[in-house]
């Protein structure tokens, strides 16, 4: 029988299969022997997703019976938006709110910056009237710089543990990203 090492533990296949998996760890930064960090190291989050689903991946349970098997798909659904969740900083920095009792992604969510807004608004009325590839390119570029300086900002602020300034600052770059991917669809 194949064991598989995980962390301080050995599994053989099937050591969830009779519960979910999130019935053993509490959320998904332990799921994968990860501190709970904005900041992770996403090889280490790979291989531990990849060691997991050596034990969990419904193939391996192609023979067992029906609830064992359906319990095999739900631990390898969980597992697989766990690794979904962790490996997107935003969806990172939005669940590691959600875990201290922050709902920032919900749809009315939006920055109470007016000066951002402003700026936003102003960039949205740049790429409407842009006129050329350059001119888009240099939106685009600005773009960037605001996206990097605010995932700096926010990882500083999640590792200070002030979850309300992050709630705004994760605010702001949802904003950015929308902004992006309608960019992204000009092309």
Do not use: C
Not at 23 to 47: A, C, H, R, W
Not at 130 to 146: G, V
């Amino acid at each position: 029988m194949r064991v598989v090492e995980y962390g301080a533990r050995k599994f053989t296949p099937g050591f969830t299969i009779k519960v979910l998996i999130m019935k053993e760890f509490s959320n998904y930064f332990e799921l994968f022997g990860l501190p709970e960090n904005f900041e992770i190291d996403l090889q280490l989050l790979t291989e531990r997703y990849l060691a997991l689903q050596r034990v969990v991946h419904p193939d391996i349970y192609a023979t067992a019976s029906a609830p064992e098997r359906h319990l095999a798909l739900q631990n390898s659904a969980v597992l697989n938006e766990a690794l979904r969740t962790l490996k997107d900083p935003l969806a990172r920095a939005n669940y590691l709110l959600t875990q201290h009792g922050f709902q920032p992604s919900s749809l009315s969510a939006t920055t109470s910056d007016a000066e951002f807004l402003m700026e936003q608004m102003q960039l949205r009325e740049d790429l409407a009237t842009a006129k050329d590839q350059q001119a888009i390119a240099i939106i685009t570029n600005k773009l960037q710089h605001q996206y990097e300086l605010l995932m700096q900002t926010l990882a500083n602020e999640l590792r200070a543990k002030r979850w309300m300034q992050s709630q705004e600052i994760l605010h702001k770059l949802q904003f950015l990203t929308r902004l992006r991917r309608n960019i992204e669809a000009l092309d």
